[in-house]
């Protein structure tokens, strides 16, 4: 369907940075416990397109979105549907979502037509978010140390996302699993910023990084 | 190190097991776990800790928590110091030291002490009568202020970290007495989020101070118990050592955790406090009650304390804060302390109670043969370095002395209203209590126990139960079984009968901390300073860092006295955050250092910084400045080299720029045109596809605001750019434009400037060069014009190509997906390098821009119009947009307003600063009349080998020719200058154009 | 009499402070006044003080809802200075400082004026090129400035943060040497006993709620002590404005908003000079009782509630911690607000209504302290005279309409911005 | 905090809204007087009380939410989407004193 381009290598923000291992505090957890509290790591390279129509026009959108990639918008805001490993559509405003995944295509060129039917409008914003994943029991944790999201699990389960400030940078965080785990969208600009504080308030629970 | 006299054998909340060593001022002495450096203090009978603010009068340990007025030590040395830290709350851990504070040259022998004698010159506000004339207040402040302060702070770099946690819940307690933890237990057992914060290191409260039963085994058991219930709830969490400080708008409370202050250093990775912002949905608030004292003659020798205090001592400490100890309280819970000191082997002289009565506690008192002097005060305190004896007098106005190195004085409790007072409301004064109340807490805010005036104990127990479940309620949680009521044993009170001060010679502190008397609310009374806020203000009552916990009520009180008027006439001064003072540290968490605010780096950051990049701020970005090759470092001379070496070298060959910043603004929908058409001052009707527009946005008051080019790269589909500082700003507006004014029209707009990486290429080369970057594209003039837009690739990377230019030069901007940003710069440079292309920075861009005489920031300076900057031709009559309406006024087009010119030294040689005023005859002395401002300067313009400037100057185009004075009177710099126009290279724009 | 000085001190020892007198009377309102000034803060005493000193108006009374100096003029960081760039009020400003170096004598009252230097720091070269500005603009107004290099800057205020870690590396500062601090409540009240001795009535809590109006003219004014005839009024309540001139149908350039302080536990002198932060809003000193006092930006929301939130304290908090790392381990002992009375320009309105004997003197923002003696001076002129005096008389009400903006930080109109 | 209940994420800390300002004013029509543009730009009612004004979510979803919000006491009263008509619905619900 969509026309198939070689897509050029990508290069992440966090290169000068990311460094796997094992940092800060092991066993946190209490006695008996040696691992890390949370797990930290890039997922690069990632395709997100945000498409947008007028409001009113969720439904088409909806089913355009269907059609051009199997997966419908979850209803309500601040919803996820779809998969970590293949596309999800997250909520980001009103009538306008990102539509992300893992990159393995020319996701842009083939969401375009399908919006363009009815106005709705596409835009590459890949390479302008860097996603993060966070995971672990104390992830929620490291999360409370930056942003005022309430992410109990009764409320901001798996399924859910939602846009605030994280160490005062603006970001889209979702809920993956029970892990829990966490995807983070940040603009790539703030990063290595994030990236930094991120780290720096894992490591009293034990970070491994990926 | 010397022994523990006070200590008892046995009993308290101390572990005998573990002994502390420590320090205070030059001697060692030895704790125990559990200790407070308060009690450890009095454990080996030191007495003198502090002394007072103004009369530096010997002050000992007089409470056992917050609300300590005069134990304020300097704990920690170096980088740690911590000045006024109150001995009471200072858990002991090994190696601990701590000095006492203002005091030269020693705590026992201080010179200050002087102005004890001299008191009766120095009474309130002294200062505000004197220091007028000669030599000057600034002479006499210099002396002044060394004698104020209390004590030593250090701005050197604290070696710990501070953090933050946010939180959110159901029900927040705060307080872990009895009445909170029983409140926590309804909360948790419903099944709600629960937060329970307690300020000390442990829960219980006033328990941990008393020797209560609860169901017939020690009070302890039942703390234990309940505890042990919260802690395996999965949604309750409790905070130790975690004081609730404020309370906010939203129902926010704010909360200090200190997770290291009990312990040397913090542990690695452990901050030392942190911040806890916690969201609650409904607040219980179960802080207790803090006892008052009541002001007699000299009640400030060391050895008079709260009774409730030297019962905490005993009980918790296990500390005999006295051997003879007399007992003065106009309220029932003064016989308890009574009782326990007997029971723990203090001789007891006799209560003192001004109160004529005989209710239950009097009878167990004298059951256990302690004497009660009825209607009597204590009127005297004697001793100047700790209590010897205090002056009893009798209801028939007799005097006896009583030896004693303790008085135990309870002036009655006042519920701790803090928190409930942050958001406005006033607490109410309740006559039969003789105390404040909590005032209209407002729904999402409960008070439980004595924090609301109830006493006993299975009392504030069950009031803890009632006011959860009246939260739970309000939240719908369902209705479940209260926990059974605990038997305790109470016997009946009688009511407490307000007693302030006890008339007499000698000094009546009110509040120690200040040294502000019952003569200095008088005096200030007398001077007309009536209102209780003048009266704080004027004789700082309350303003210590204790804020007046034990000294606000009985100050206005004698207020009311003096007016005459009832206690609730006088009202009270306002309670603000924090309850107890907090840390800068903590409020600012992580964000320090470079972390202070986040940084933003550019997709190319990591080759700018390879390639000896000096980086600038701009807002939250980093932009290379310029360029230092090796063997240059960072001195002026090398500085000036390396920019104009990017400067020649761009203008004659090619130099490639970094201009991600610039903010980028997709726009989508077919009403695009409407939108750029009411945002700008000029026309985008007739933009075709493939093609860009520079454009000028106003405010809505007719200033011009922001400043970029729109590019048209589809039929419905629009690229705009904005300056750096205004990307931020200008997507709002379009936001709200679209949702707010205009929600008909249809347009989406995306802010993309973190996608695309941008570059810009220019010089005379950059034809070339782009030629040879660009996969098989036709960048010839006809195919690529001034102001045109190709969509291509660039090493197989997507690109789109703008033939726009700032530095007025042959130029192309690139953008890449910011992914592919190094990778395509590096092909750039790489292909480049032939034709001499160098990257070059923000210095050398705005050189080159001011050439051109292209405005930028400081000409856009939020007072300028589009005339102002010779833009007068770009405002279009055709239609309306944004600012237009207010752009007429006489204020704007003013014909003397100070419009754009170029300017050059006369000489030749002589740099016009920026910032240097323009004036007419250097001469001139003060006042001189202004004729404008030189905006923009280029130390050195390298292609006419001069410096040249940009200035905004009265009269503008019609003085070319003219010279004027750069003024710069703050480095005696006057420099003539000749008016030019602003175009100083190329102003036919042929090299744009070529 | 009772005239203030030491050995007043010493005499009124001897006879234990008792024969002290009232700083001020407390008189009821009589039925009418030739001029009647509303609000008993700071400015309101100062223009009361100063028509009864310069200029012969008959009676006059300052009506003050609560208690005297308990708007803003209670609760300001002190900070008085005259580094202003503008003409529409630099010489304003400048004569306002003039008038503090004398205050003290001038009212027979310490108000403990400390020229202690004001200090900008820069982050950037246009910052440093707009203080460059400024100060050059001062100085050729005759009024003190110096523009200090990092080193420079470095030398005064060691403790700075002049490490690699700096966020915002500081490039220099601006100096104003005889700019400094004032003691906030002895101005009030030291004003208060200097306009009383003159004659002038300080009605305290009383509070204006209404005004009776005939043509263009207020006759009376309705207060919570009752009704009070009048000649003309002048309004000086600062974050209040709106609150009258609402009551008089007049729709005013002017927003209120909080901006919060705070004071840290007393400590020995530890700052010596006021300075201020340039990568963000934060300014600090250090009273004479000990306590550090700081402030930074509004909360950016309109408020009449006198105190802020949280967000807007951690940044406080942070930016001073950016500037003096080592405040780190200071502790705040309190903090609070004030309603300012934002205008659209930034700067103050000081001079004529469109109501014949109303004077208007509003729209301080946060700047209004270091403007009391000069408000005062300036506007008893203009109410006495009926027109404003040379160096307020760009400060007008109409200045918006005819676009006379005096916009020192180039904001435009968005009176939370300035 | 002030808790704004943005109409798309639900109670939020205003931290993460900018606050845009007064939202009684209506932009005037272009070919309105001056006098009458002069009053959109420059005057407010600035009322103590109930405030009618924007916040957007900027750190959130990027709404514009209309908020009452009481600025004597910070309480929000009623939050909403611009369209929405949130005086009038308080003074049905009788929250609001007409007048006001
Ligand atoms: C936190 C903070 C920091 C500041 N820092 C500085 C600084 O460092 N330097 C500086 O120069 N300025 C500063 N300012 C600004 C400065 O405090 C004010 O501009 C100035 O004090 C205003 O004085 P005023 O007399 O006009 O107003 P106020 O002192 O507020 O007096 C107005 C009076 O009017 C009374 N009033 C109101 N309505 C009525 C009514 N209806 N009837 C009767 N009386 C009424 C009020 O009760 C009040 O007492 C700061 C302000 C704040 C809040
Ligand atoms: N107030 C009185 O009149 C009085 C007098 C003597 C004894 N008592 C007894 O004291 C008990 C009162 O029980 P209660 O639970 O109401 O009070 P409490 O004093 O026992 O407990 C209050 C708790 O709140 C904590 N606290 C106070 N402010 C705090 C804050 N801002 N943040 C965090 N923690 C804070 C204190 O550290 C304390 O542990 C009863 O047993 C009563 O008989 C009361
Ligand atoms: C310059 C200055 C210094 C202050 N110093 C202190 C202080 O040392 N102790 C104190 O408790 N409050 C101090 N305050 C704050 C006042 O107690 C009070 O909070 C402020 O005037 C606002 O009034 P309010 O809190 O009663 O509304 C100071 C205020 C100012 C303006
Ligand atoms: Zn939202």
Known sequence: MAETRTLPPRRSALVSALKPGTFGTLGSDGPGSDGPGVTLSERHPMSVV????????????????????????????????????????????????????????????????????????????????????????????????????????????????????????????????????????????????????????????????? | MSAQDRRLPQGGEVDRSTPMRFRFDDRDYQGLAGDTLASALLANDVRLVGRSFKYHRPRGIFSAGPEEPNALVELRTGARIEPNTRATTIELYDGLEAASQHRWPSLRWDVGEVNNLVSDFLPAGFYYKTFMGWPGWMFWEHFIRKAAGMGRGTLDPDPDSYDKMNAHCDVLVIGGGPAGLSAALVAGRSGARVILVEETDGFGGRLRGERETIDDKPARHWVASTLAELDGMGDVTLLRRTTAFGRYDGNVVAALERRADHLAEPPEHISRQRLWTIRARRIVLAAGGIERHIAFADNDRPGVMLAGAARTYLNRFAVQVGKIATVFANNDDGYRTALDLAAGGVEINAIVDPREHGGTWRQKAETAGIDVFAGAVVSRAHGRLGLVGVDVRDASGKNRFLASDLLAVSGGWNPNVHLTCHLGAKPVWDNALATFLPGDTGPDMRVAGSARGLAGLGTCITDGYAQARAALDDLGYSKSALPDVPVTDEPQEEPVQALWQVPGKGMRFVDYQDDVKVSDIALANREGYQSVEHLKRYTTLGMGTDQGKTANVIGLAVLAEERGLPIDKVGTTTFRPPYTPVTFGAFVGRETGLHYQPLRRSAMHDWHVANGATF????????????????????????DRAITREVTETRGGGGIVDVSTLGKIDLQGPDTAELLNRLYINGWKTLAVGKARYGLMLREDGHVWDDGTTSRLGENHYFMTTTTANAGPVMSHIEYALQVLWPDLDVKAVSVTEHWAAMAIAGPKSREALAAVLDDVDVSNDALPFMGVVECTLAGIPARVFRISFSGELAYEINVAADCGEAAWEHVMRTGAPLGILPYGTEAMGIMRIEKGHVAGPELDGRTTPADLGLGRMVS??????????LTREGLTDTDRPSLVGLVPVDGKSRPRAGAVLIADPKAVPPVDKLGHVTSSAYLSPNLDHPIALGLLEGGMAREGETVWAAFPLRDEMIEVRVTGPVFLDPDGERMHG | MSEYSVLRLIANTITGHANWRRAWRDPEPRKSYDVIIVGGGGHGLATAFYLAKNHRVGSIAVLEKGWLGGGNTGRNTTIVRSNYMLEGHAHFYEKSLQLWEQLSRELNYNVMFSQRGVLNLGHSDAQMDGFARRGNSMRLNGIDAELLDRDQVRRRIPYLDFSDSARFPIYGGILQPRGGTARHDAVAWGLARGADRLGVDIIQNCEVTGFKTQGN?????????????????????????????????????????????FVTEPVKPLIDSVVTFGASHFYISQSDKGGLVLGGDLDFYNSYAQRGN???????????????????????LRHWGGVMDMSMDGSPIIGTSPIDNLYLNCGWCYGGFKATPGSGWVFAHTIANGEPHPINAKLTLDRFERGKLIDEGGKGPFPGHH | MIIIDCPYCGPRDHAEFTYVGDAARTRPAEDASQATWFDYVYLRDNPRGPHLEYWQHSSGCRAMVKVLRDTSSHRVLACGLPADQLEAEQLEAGHLEAGQ
């Open chain 2, 877 to 886: 009559s055709k239609k309306p947009f944004l600012g237009a309406p207010m």
């Open chain 3, 310 to 332: 949280m967000p807007t304290i951690e940044h406080v908090m942070a930016a001073g911690q950016a500037m003096i790392p080592g405040l780190s381990r200071m502790r705040i």
């Open chain 1, 50 to 210: 945000q498409v947008e129509g007028r409001i009113g026009q969720e439904a088409a959108l909806g089913d355009a979105l269907e059609t051009a990639i199997g997966i419908h918008p979850a209803d309500g805001f601040n919803r996820v549907s779809g998969d970590e490993d293949g596309p999800r559509i997250l909520w980001v405003g009103p009538c306008r979502w990102y539509v992300a995944e893992p990159e393995s295509r020319d996701l842009y060129g083939a969401l375009r037509p399908a919006m363009g039917k009815f106005g709705g409008a596409t835009v590459d914003l890949s390479s302008g978010r860097t996603v993060f994943r966070l995971s672990g029991h104390d992830a929620r944790r490291v999360l409370a140390k930056g942003c005022s999201l309430d992410t109990h699990s009764s409320t901001f389960g798996p399924g859910a996302c939602g846009q605030t400030g994280l160490f005062h940078v603006s970001v889209l965080i979702a809920c993956v699993d029970e892990a829990p785990t966490y995807e983070i969208y940040a603009a790539r600009g703030y990063a290595l910023s994030l990236w930094e504080s991120l780290v720096d308030a894992s490591m009293e629970y034990g970070l491994r990084v990926d």
């Open chain 2, 616 to 639: 600038v701020n701009a807002g939250h970005w980093l932009r290379p400045q310029y360029y230092l090759r090796d063997g240059e470092s960072d001195v002026k001379a090398d500085i």
């Open chain 3, 217 to 261: 003219q207020i006759t009376a004014i309705e207060t919570t002590r009752g009704e009070i005839g009048c000649g003309k009024v002048g309004f000086a309540v600062a974050g209040n404005t709106t609150q009258l001139t609402s009551k008089l149908g007049l729709k005013m350039p002017i927003e209120s908003h909080v901006l919060q302080a």
